[in-house]
């Protein structure tokens, strides 16, 4: 994976920050698993070179240590907990 | 008030706001059922050049009950979305506005109408794209008023005359808005109250109730419906005692879940919809729930209510009235000071009452304690109506649904004050103060025109033209 960039997820992502200052954008990937399941595709870097993120993605990091993550897309909610992920968004927003 | 800036964050967000819910069969055609719900809150008339409005961001809805589990069988959800229709001007109309579709309106308004249903996840668009009125803003911009409002009744697919309007009305609601929050002052009575010690001479003999909301606006939603579209079975109700005639009723206003207010302007909603405002029978969230649960209950289900149960049981008001009144109440705290349970209130508002109680009369829908608005839809229209409702011996109004002209705050104030616990309590003789109380805005039970009430009308949407901002240029400056 690629080192994270707090400027290029804002950038690539189309993303916005949101919320309880530990909430921050979210990569493609995150996206994806929105439109794939509870995610699983969360861990996955990469996405399809013709891949459009449509509505933004907002992430509300709510338990750091659980890794207990909101994310909204358009009408939809999915809750992932995923550590690693909660750790890049984390890191991300410092 | 009724439940208008009931809750602390609520009363930030008025376009979310419930603040009336009404549903009654209609006097005009008692095969239907007109249930309207209030929205935006003490609307100034003259609140130019941004007149008042449905919030494009909010999902509201009219929900139904009609097997008493206190969740929504059926649900009419209302979406708005504006127009400017003129741009590149400040003003929310160029030139007079004399119908719907005038190009000299800038500011435009309008809804969709879908029917949901819980059984078989049912999801019917019934309209779209319906004309809201314009606000009522005086003589050149909004000349022939009634006229052009009335034409933004619309049918609704189906036939049968079935209606609905979405826009500004002028508040039906009425209360001593001044006097009782100054710590239960009741004008016709504040010669009694405590007085806390104090030596207010202007409060040493009664007054005449004065209608804090005579003269503002509200945004209705209003709709009128079979009574077949909301009874489990289809049927129209015609035995009064049968659980299949009584449906409970309750509105909600939903906002997206996250709200994003970019740099440059523009605002991002994602998520889905969640609930932050509802209203079953008026004053509970107003009076029966402490301050801090107040924005809390505006997010439940009327299913979920037992947790505000002891609102109903243990009334603080029933408490407070007796030492703000000495000497006046004595039977009542003798309830408080025994610590009974007020059932009473309970199947008033959480349940509905029982058969049995009421000779020919019940509006119950079962055990579940959830605050809805039952109607038994059974019971015709009064002939000869009481604002009182049940308790002036109509059983045809409050809390058998509620009618625009019902003295609600009476009726609940009568009603904590213990007139209605001889249904639990046949026993229990309510002071002679309790059948008496009131804040003085109706001169007796037939008065269907309290201060403020005089533009209902006899037709659907039955709650009157909207007092116009150049009549009302600041709140009570007309005797309107």
């Not at chain 1, 509870?38 to 890794?67: E, Q, S």
Request: aromatic share 8%; hydrophobic share 40%; with cysteine.
């Amino acid at each position: 994976m690629e080192p994270i960039n707090r400027r290029r997820f804002l950038v690539q992502g189309g993303a916005v920050v949101a919320a309880a200052g530990v909430a921050s954008a979210v990569p493609f990937n995150a996206a994806d698993a929105l439109t794939k399941g509870r995610g699983k595709n969360a861990r996955n870097a990469t996405v399809p070179a013709d891949a459009k993120l449509g509505d933004p993605v907002v992430a509300h990091l709510r338990d750091l240590h659980t890794g207990e993550i909101s994310l909204y897309q358009g009408h939809r909610e999915v809750t992932v907990k995923d550590k690693h992920l909660a750790a890049l968004l984390f890191n991300a927003s410092r | 008030m009724s439940s208008h800036r009931e809750a602390p964050e609520m009363s930030k967000d008025p376009v979310a706001d419930s603040t009336d819910l009404y549903a009654f069969v209609s006097p005009d055609n008692p095969n239907m059922v007109t249930i309207i719900a209030n929205y935006v809150p003490l609307q100034q008339p003259s609140g130019g050049p941004n007149f008042f409005e449905f919030g494009d961001d909010v999902l509201y809805a009219i929900n139904i009950d009609n097997d008493g589990d206190g969740k929504a069988d059926i649900s009419y959800q209302f979406q708005f979305h504006t127009v400017l229709q003129v741009g590149g001007t400040f003003l929310y109309n160029v030139g007079p506005i004399q119908s719907l579709d005038s190009p000299n309106w800038n500011r435009r308004q309008f809804f969709s109408v879908t029917r949901t249903e819980r059984k078989g996840g049912g999801h019917k668009l019934l309209a779209k794209d319906l004309a809201c009125p314009p606000c009522n803003i005086g003589p050149l911009s909004t000349p022939g008023y009634a006229d052009v409002a009335a034409s933004a009744i619309h049918d609704l697919p189906g036939g049968g005359s079935r209606r609905v309007f979405a826009g500004q009305r002028a508040e039906a609601f009425y209360v001593d808005l001044g006097a009782v929050f100054d710590l239960g002052d009741l004008r016709p009575f504040e010669q009694l109250h405590t007085h806390f010690g104090l030596n207010v001479p202007e409060l040493t003999r009664p007054a005449p109730g004065v209608n804090a909301t005579k003269a503002v606006n509200v945004h209705s939603i209003a709709i009128q419906i079979p009574k077949t579209d909301l009874t489990s079975d289809g049927s129209s109700p015609s035995n009064p005692m049968s659980s299949k005639s009584v449906v409970g009723v309750w509105t909600t206003a939903s906002r997206r879940k996250v709200r994003i207010h970019n740099a440059e302007g523009v605002i991002t909603e994602s998520g889905p919809n969640v609930q932050v405002s509802r209203l079953g029978n008026p004053l509970v969230n107003e009076v029966l729930v402490p301050m801090e649960r107040k924005d809390y209950w505006n997010t439940q289900l009327p299913a979920h209510d037992k947790q505000f149960v002891d609102g109903a049981e243990h009334p603080e008001l029933a408490k407070l009235l007796p030492i703000l009144y000495p000497g006046v109440f004595p039977n009542l705290a003798s309830i408080d000071d025994s610590n009974k349970v007020r059932s009473d209130l309970v199947a008033i508002l959480m349940t509905g009452i029982p058969p049995g109680l009421i000779p020919g009369f019940q509006n119950y829908t079962g055990p579940v304690i959830a605050d809805m608005l039952r109607l038994n839809l059974a019971i015709p229209p009064a002939s000869k109506p009481s604002n009182l409702g049940l308790i002036g011996g109509d059983p045809a109004g409050y809390p058998n649904g509620r009618r625009t002209f019902d003295d609600v705050f009476t009726i609940e104030l009568r009603a904590i004050a213990g007139v209605t616990y001889p249904l639990i309590d046949p026993a229990f003789q309510p002071d002679p103060a309790a059948s008496a109380v009131t804040d003085g805005l109706t001169t007796d039970a037939s008065d269907q025109t309290a201060e403020g009430t005089i533009k209902l009308l006899d037709t659907f949407p039955y709650l009157g033209t909207p007092h116009s901002g150049f009549d009302i240029p600041a709140l009570h400056d007309a005797s309107v």
